[in-house]
């Protein structure tokens, strides 16, 4: 296999006909990978980087996306979905650096009080062991086929930052990485 530790895993979902047009893809220092079979799909995935050993510094999942939700294909994941399908399998193992950055390049993923839930979730469930920040956006975003980047012209971006602890994680809440919220409660 080889490298086992990369600085960035690409996670597109190659359900949709127009993601398979502009997919992420990387350099050398990233593992890429094209998830066709939905939900279960990714699960497998993730699963079989862990039996690797494989760790990541930052993840980038690159899919639609709608108030906070990820698609791939027809399937989406949600808050409940990361706490039911994904928390409490170790998917944390595979960022095990205290400042990893989860990117969701979707559309208006991090909207309203369903986009605080959804990062919040992920940072739960990916980032559980060493804490780092989940992101996402506001507004709709815009693919190119000649980079495979999404742009997106207006709206904020969000980070939900999860800070590991010995008796529960410690979280915080910013947009455009200005702090919004007070230390006890989540923004709405």
Same mark, same amino acid.
């Given at each position: 296999?080889?490298?086992?530790?990369?600085?960035?895993?690409?996670?597109? $979902?190659?359900?949709?006909?127009?993601?398979?047009?502009?997919?992420?893809?990387?350099?050398?220092?990233?593992?890429?990978?094209?998830? #066709?079979?939905? !939900? #279960?799909?990714?699960? @497998?995935?993730? @699963?079989?980087? !862990?039996?690797?050993?494989?760790?990541? +510094?930052?993840?980038?999942?690159?899919?639609?996306?709608?108030?906070?939700?990820?698609?791939? %294909?027809?399937?989406?994941?949600?808050?409940?979905?990361?706490?039911?399908?994904? /928390?409490? @399998?170790?998917?944390?193992?595979?960022?095990?650096?205290?400042?990893?950055?989860?990117?969701?390049? =979707?559309?208006?993923?991090?909207? %309203?009080? +369903? *986009?605080?839930?959804?990062?919040?979730?992920?940072?739960?469930?990916?980032?559980?062991?060493? %804490?780092?920040?989940?992101?996402?956006?506001? @507004?709709? *975003?815009? %693919?190119?086929?000649?980079?495979? /980047?999404?742009?997106?012209?207006?709206?904020?971006?969000? +980070?939900?930052?999860?800070?590991?602890? =010995? $008796? *529960?994680?410690?979280?915080?809440?910013?947009?455009?990485?200005?702090?919004?919220?007070?230390?006890?409660?989540?923004?709405?």
């Amino acid at each position: 296999m080889g490298k086992k530790s990369y600085r960035l895993l690409n996670i597109n $979902d190659a359900m949709s006909w127009d993601m398979r047009l502009a997919p992420r893809k990387g350099d050398e220092d990233t593992y890429t990978v094209n998830v #066709d079979n939905g !939900i #279960d799909g990714l699960r @497998s995935k993730l @699963s079989w980087m !862990i039996k690797e050993g494989m760790t990541f +510094q930052n993840a980038a999942f690159t899919t639609h996306g709608n108030r906070g939700a990820i698609h791939f %294909g027809a399937e989406y994941i949600i808050a409940e979905t990361w706490y039911a399908k994904f /928390h409490g @399998s170790g998917y944390s193992r595979l960022f095990p650096f205290k400042d990893t950055k989860l990117y969701f390049a =979707g559309c208006n993923v991090a909207d %309203g009080k +369903q *986009g605080w839930r959804f990062l919040e979730a992920a940072a739960r469930t990916l980032l559980a062991t060493s %804490g780092g920040v989940a992101i996402g956006w506001t @507004s709709l *975003g815009f %693919g190119s086929p000649f980079s495979g /980047h999404i742009r997106h012209l207006w709206g904020e971006t969000r +980070q939900v930052m999860i800070i590991p602890g =010995g $008796d *529960g994680a410690a979280l915080r809440f910013f947009e455009d990485w200005k702090r919004v919220d007070d230390g006890v409660n989540r923004p709405s």
